[in-house]
T-cell receptor, first 113, second 111 residues
Framework: DAGVIQSPRHEVTEMGQEVTLRCKPI?????LFWYRQTMMRGLELLIY????????DSGMPEDRFSAKMPNASFSTLKIQPSEPRDSAVYFC???????????FGNGTRLTVT | GEDVEQSLFLSVREGDSSVINCTYT??????LYWYKQEPGAGLQLLTY???NMDMKQDQRLTVLLNKKDKHLSLRIADTQTGDSAIYFC???????????WGLGTSLGVNP
């Protein structure tokens, strides 16, 4: 298996623009997680899905952030409008089921200028 | 609230053993995990231990769990330069799947 695939690897955008991050989980995994990593706050769970249904989105910073999982093999995290403080590395991870270990993608490094 | 703490840096000489320590606060944790992050990459699961175990060994890795003191450690025997990375401790604080993460320990290995 190719593992969790995220795109793009790097994204540089201007403040106010819409940003869409993409994730393809490992085939057969039922749970998908979006994390944000910064030096100051470490790893933060933004949202997670189980069987394509959002279970906990309490980590989503504000209404500018939204996530979807239209099917078992694809998820998006959208930021609209983006702000400089959104600059971070965003990771997607999947797991076989809710209580299984997480498998991470290589992340998307987002820079908002 | 729930918290996981790790020291931020550790430096060892190649061939020595490395011991990375972690303390946590939630006594109801089911699993405790160690993940490794190399530069520019995602986190890779190294090993995990079930909360009713005291020790787990996997080749050069030894995990020790002291539930009374809520202390977890990862020992890497015969540390190599390829072990240089950031090591994260995480606890599974229950059925809501919110892993509680430490800030990571950056391990530097000197030749």
């Amino acid at each position: 298996d190719a593992g969790v695939i995220q795109s793009p690897r790097h994204e540089v955008t201007e403040m106010g623009q819409e940003v869409t991050l993409r994730c393809k989980p490992i085939s057969g995994h039922n749970s998908l997680f979006w994390y944000r990593q910064t030096m100051m706050r470490g790893l933060e769970l933004l949202i997670y899905f189980n069987n394509n249904v959002p279970i906990d989105d309490s980590g989503m910073p504000e209404d500018r952030f939204s996530a979807k999982m239209p099917n078992a093999s694809f998820s998006t995290l959208k930021i609209q409008p983006s702000e400089p403080r959104d600059s971070a590395v965003y990771f997607c991870a999947s797991a076989l089921e809710a209580n299984s270990p997480l498998h991470f993608g290589n992340g998307t490094r987002l820079t908002v200028t | 609230g729930e918290d996981v703490e790790q020291s931020l840096f550790l430096s060892v000489r190649e061939g020595d053993s490395s011991v990375i320590n972690c303390t946590y606060t939630d006594s109801s944790s089911t699993y405790l995990y160690w993940y490794k992050q190399e530069p520019g990459a995602g986190l890779q699961l190294l090993t995990y231990i079930f909360s009713n175990m005291d020790m787990k060994q996997d080749q050069r890795l030894t995990v020790l769990l002291n539930k009374k003191d809520k202390h977890l450690s990862l020992r890497i025997a015969d540390t190599q330069t390829g072990d240089s990375a950031i090591y994260f401790c995480a606890e599974d604080a229950g059925n809501n799947r919110k892993l509680i993460w430490g800030l990571g320990t950056s391990l530097g290995v000197n030749p």
